[in-house]
């Protein structure tokens, strides 16, 4: 998939990315032509399912693998050629529970890796107590980390992320597993980051975070990009749309579908005796045909909404569709 | 400067985390003083009356002998293990890509985790030291700063050699042929308990490739006898002459290594 790309903006920018692994001389690509251009101050949402090679991309843009080729470049840096500049630019987090040391407790895991960032030491005991108090980690910061709960895990490995003040930010899977408060915290802070024209890549099997932080999202299965889109634009792919309507007395299919409105219904879904959904490819081409039938059949509207898909929809439809 | 607090951190790290084993810290430094009385008490039984015409050249001692050959191969294994030891830790913890991450280059990383494996068998091998020169009433002529000089150009030397195997381990994941094949030759042939001396010529004809072989002839001899440098300066030269080979070929098969894992995606496998 190739995009027009925006030289002056972009953040990330890979062209044809590949990782190909060899396991037991069967060849497995687990990312092939990868293609993405990736604009400053962006959310870039990453969905795929288990396996489509969402963590191989992240990492192969961190350097922490090597790809089989294709290249990439995150603030004009190359990953092959100037690797230790493109770590300095990234503050990772992965999905990984054990990535600290388990002894120490969670101020001494973050001094540690805040001096291998070659961050000042007064500049440092600041930072981490920030960061500590924005997720809300000030109370246990005594705490050894293998006393900390998962969701603290979590934070505290994104704390770590955000310590040297990165320009861009990989997160693979930064909420999962964790308690809905928690998560909540951690979408704020992501947001937070984006506030500050920071640019943000993230992985994620929550599609209600998807809809929320995605300024653009990317779909992958099998290693392919299917899509890069923003959420809107992907939502339209599906021609559909739903019209929600309540009315004051019971109503039957029939009643609405009717020459001129029926050809265009795709779905009839009764809720109630007086409430029913249809689904259509358009609602504009709809709407008004159906107040005034509505209206001829002397019902009164109570509600009436237009929802287009969810991003699960628009998901599992590119993933099954690339199945067939 | 900051390559000095990168090295402050991580042997603060090494305090935190040995403190919080105490039991572990007192029953290992237990057990090697266990093992080198062992040693001590037999050189006693056996030096009764006896004299050691190939200990000569590093003052008689037989006990001292032993000694000093045992604590040295903890060195030995510093130097050879730190390094793969060290990446396989941090593979185990899932901190190695966060360390990579970090911006501090694999080298520095390895060299802060040896310097701090030296610092934490320096105090072990101290106190041990200590403690069986005060029992056994040992009679030691030592130049300290040859001593060290040689020690610590020994352990650069044989650092070459770990990183060759922290190169391997990391593809291999676990057992690599370069430290045991070292390891178990170091420990033959290269004098540590026996002047090699007494070696058939065919097997001493290894030892003369071993670095273990200079090192603990220089360092009896600059301990026990107070050597000076012109004395032992054929040893340093080979010494420094090793160096200069298993270092680049160390730091070259280690890069090999690390790419081959990024390659293969198994950076943090182990």
Redesign the interface.
């Known amino acids: 998939m190739n995009e027009s790309v925006v030289f002056d903006m972009e953040t990330i920018k890979t062209r044809n990315l590949t ?1 190909i ?2 396991v037991k001389k069967k060849e497995i690509r ?1 990312i092939q032509d990868i293609n993405l251009s990736i604009q400053n101050g962006e959310i870039f949402v990453l969905l795929g399912p288990n396996g489509a090679g969402k963590t ?1 991309l992240l ?1 192969t843009i ?5 790809p089989t080729y294709g290249d990439a470049w995150v603030n004009n840096y190359n990953i092959k050629k100037d690797e ?1 500049k493109v ?2 630019s ?1 503050g ?1 987090s ?1 999905g ?9 407790n969670g101020y ?1 895991n973050l ?3 805040g ?4 961050i000042k ?1 007064k500049d440092l005991k600041e930072r981490i107590n920030f960061l500590l108090n924005l997720f809300n980690l000030e109370d246990a910061k005594d705490l050894k980390y293998m006393k900390y709960s998962t969701g603290m895990k979590k934070k505290l490995s994104l704390a ?1 992320a955000l310590l040297h003040d990165p320009d861009v930010y990989i997160f693979d899977e930064p909420t999962s597993s964790i308690d809905p408060i928690s998560a909540n915290e951690i979408r704020d802070i992501i947001l937070s980051l984006k506030n500050k024209n920071k640019t943000i890549i993230l992985s994620t099997h929550d599609m209600h975070e998807a809809e929320l932080l995605a300024d653009r999202i990317g779909i992958l299965n099998k290693g392919n990009m299917l899509a890069v889109d923003k959420k809107e634009n992907l939502k339209r792919v599906l021609n559909k749309e739903i019209i929600k309507v309540k009315v004051d007395k019971a109503i039957s299919e029939d009643l609405i579908s009717q020459d001129g409105i029926k050809e265009k219904i795709n779905l009839f879904r009764r809720i109630k005796d007086n409430e029913f959904e249809i689904e259509v490819e358009n609602s504009a081409e709809v709407l008004d045909q159906l107040i005034e039938k509505l209206k001829s059949q002397d019902r009164k509207i109570l509600t009436i909404n237009v929802e287009t898909p969810s991003i699960e929809e628009v998901f599992i439809n590119f993933v099954r569709n690339d199945k067939k | 400067m ?1 390559f000095l ?2 090295l ?2 991580f042997i ?2 090494g305090f ?2 040995n403190f ?2 105490r039991t572990y810290a007192i029953l290992g430094i237990a057990s090697m003083l266990i093992g080198v009385l062992r040693f001590g008490f037999m050189a006693n039984f056996l030096q009764e009356g006896n004299t050691f015409p190939m200990l000569e050249p590093y003052g008689g001692d037989l006990m001292a002998f032993l000694i000093t050959g045992t604590m040295y191969m903890s060195y030995v294994s510093v130097a050879l293990d730190s390094f793969r030891n060290s990446i396989r830790s941090e593979q ?4 190695l ?9 694999l080298w520095q990383l390895l060299i802060f985790n040896g310097i701090n494996s030296f610092i934490w068998t320096t105090i072990n091998v101290g106190v041990i030291f200590l403690f069986l020169v005060l029992i056994f009433d040992i009679q030691m002529t030592i130049n300290i700063i040859l001593s060290l000089f040689i020690l610590i150009l020994s352990i650069i030397c044989i650092s070459g050699i770990g990183l060759m195997s922290a190169g391997v381990i990391m593809v291999t994941k676990m057992g690599d042929p370069i430290s045991w094949i070292f390891s178990t030759l170091s420990g033959l042939v290269s004098g540590v308990l026996y002047p090699i001396s007494i070696l058939p010529a065919w097997l001493r004809s290894f030892s003369y490739f071993l670095p273990p072989t200079y090192a603990l002839s220089a360092l009896r001899k600059s301990l026990l006898t107070g050597a000076t440098f012109m004395d032992v300066k054929n040893e340093i030269i080979i010494l420094i002459i090793m160096s200069l080979l298993t270092i680049p070929l160390g730091l070259l098969v280690f890069r090999l290594g690390f ?1 081959k894992a ?4 198994s ?2 496998e182990y």
Do not use: D, V
């Not at chain 1, 961190?62 to 090597?66: A, F, H, V, Y």
């Open positions: 990782k692994f060899k687990a191989t990492k961190s350097t922490l693998i090597l230790y770590r300095r990234i990772l992965t990984f529970e054990r990535s600290f040391y388990y002894r120490l001494q001094e540690f890796f001096t291998l960032y070659g030491s770590r | 900051s607090k990168k402050w951190i603060k790290r935190i985390t919080s084993y185990s913890m899932g901190t890509e966060y360390l990579l991450m970090s911006n501090t280059p790419n990024r390659e293969t995606g950076l943090i």
